[in-house]
């Protein structure tokens, strides 16, 4: 009887894997337009995507440790992969009134290291919503894709050490 509910995960998991990331424009703090994917990227790239106010935070969270993990390479096996790591807050309707002022207060508060892995982006949600099935508005969404722009992992949420190392386990295989 096991089988029968196992075939349904491998398909869903294979589908999965072939999914691409949808391109997405936007721009650093220091004013430098990038869309992601990256063309021509690393063996990896992550992106955490924020699309709410109430998102913004959890997506704060992750911005350190997964600096350290994946960016400055701290950790037991943080050598033994090669990744991009981007969070994007993005604004979407009232909220792209936002836009300005939250890119001046970062740069004046975020760590240098940090300033240059943050996209700030106004890109159309809905075709977004849709691509990657964001369904909860509120909790920022994390994809590893492979140099392809193939989404091979995703997590969503708030921060958590289990969520980091499960990102990490992908990036190892």
């Not at 589908?15 to 220091?30: D, K, L």
């Not at 400055?72 to 002022?101: I, M, Q, R, W």
């Not at 508060?109 to 809905?126: G, L, N, T, W």
């Amino acid at each position: 009887m096991r089988r029968y509910f196992l075939v349904p995960l491998l398909i869903a998991q294979v589908g999965f894997a072939q999914q691409f990331f949808p391109p997405m424009s936007g721009e650093t703090a220091e004013g430098r337009e990038l869309t992601l994917p990256v063309k021509n990227a690393k063996a990896f790239t992550i992106i955490g995507l924020a699309y709410s106010q109430k998102a913004q935070p959890d997506l704060e969270e992750w911005f350190e440790p997964a600096y350290l993990r994946f960016v400055a390479k701290h950790g037991l096996f943080a050598g033994a992969y090669d990744c991009e790591v981007y969070f994007v807050p993005l604004f979407t309707g009232l909220n792209k009134a936002a836009y300005e002022p939250s890119m001046r207060k970062f740069r004046k508060s975020a760590a240098p290291d940090i300033i240059q892995h943050v996209i700030f982006s106004k890109a159309d949600i809905e075709p977004l919503k849709e691509a990657l099935d964001l369904r909860e508005r509120d909790v920022p969404y994390f994809f590893i894709l492979d140099g392809e722009g193939r989404i091979i992992h995703r997590a969503q949420g708030n921060y958590t050490d289990e969520k980091l190392e499960a990102m990490e386990e992908v990036l190892l295989r």
